[in-house]
């Protein structure tokens, strides 16, 4: 069975710049999310999708990170303009949400960002 | 707001020893996950614990809940190197009615088993 993808692995940028990192989960899977993590750090929740719906977004610094769900499947996370504070690896995750085992996050390799 | 709190943050074991890395949580959550990360990966999950005294077995490894003191253990027997790697405990922040998957994160605890 194929992983979370991402992409891309890997994005330099000076701040003040934009990035979009690009997800697709594993098939069938209802429930999608990205993760922030600081070198050093348990990651943090920035956004959760169901489907093509938004669940929660409470955690997403609205003002420059936007994200969206096209058809249920896919995702992008999107951050203008960048500042060096977000300088992370972004990861996505996904879940088969209803099933015996749902909560259970399956997470791809990460996008690094380093912001300069 | 959910606080979820790991010790010890950093673990130096000899192969061969036993150690016990702990995972504290401050409100009710029935649902616990552990999950080991090597450097430059991404997270892969070991254990899910969906029940106060669930205790579960992989190798190595065993976890157990406790929900009423919000208590997480992972147990590590007689340690090999290829166990050195971050491990991390999340709590499951699940609202009524809405799907799992919202996790706050321990700090993680970084072990390394020598020689």
């Known amino acids: 069975e194929a992983g979370v993808a991402q992409s891309p692995r890997y994005k330099i940028i000076e701040k003040r710049q934009s990035v979009a990192f690009w997800c697709n989960p594993i098939s069938g899977h209802a429930t999608l999310y990205w993760y922030q993590q600081i070198l050093g750090q348990g990651p943090k929740l920035l956004i959760q999708?169901?489907?093509?719906?938004?669940?929660?977004d409470s955690q997403l610094p609205k003002d420059r990170f936007s994200a969206e769900r096209l058809k249920g499947v896919d995702s992008t996370l999107k951050i203008q303009p960048a500042k060096l504070e977000d300088s992370a690896v972004y990861l996505c995750?996904?879940?088969?949400?209803?099933?015996?085992?749902?909560?259970?996050?399956?997470f791809g390799e990460g996008s690094r960002l380093t912001v300069l | 707001e959910l606080k979820v709190e790991q010790n010890p943050l950093f673990l130096s074991m000899q192969e061969g020893k036993n150690y016990t890395i702990y995972c504290n949580y401050s409100?009710?959550?029935?649902?616990l996950y552990w999950y080991r990360q090597d450097p430059g990966k991404s997270l892969e999950s070991l254990f899910v614990?969906?029940?106060?005294?669930a205790v579960k077995q992989e190798g190595r490894l065993m976890a157990s809940l406790d929900t009423k003191a919000r208590l997480s253990t992972l147990h590590i027997t007689a340690a090999v190197h290829d166990l050195s790697a971050t491990y991390f405990c999340a709590v499951d922040n699940q609202l009524a009615g809405t799907s799992y998957g919202k996790l706050t994160f321990g700090q993680g605890t970084i072990l390394t088993v020598h020689p």
């Open positions: 999708f169901q489907n093509n719906g938004v669940v929660d």
């Open positions: 409100t009710t959550s029935d649902r």
């Open positions: 614990l969906l029940s106060n005294g």
């Open positions: 995750a996904s879940s088969l949400a209803g099933a015996k085992r749902a909560g259970e996050l399956f």
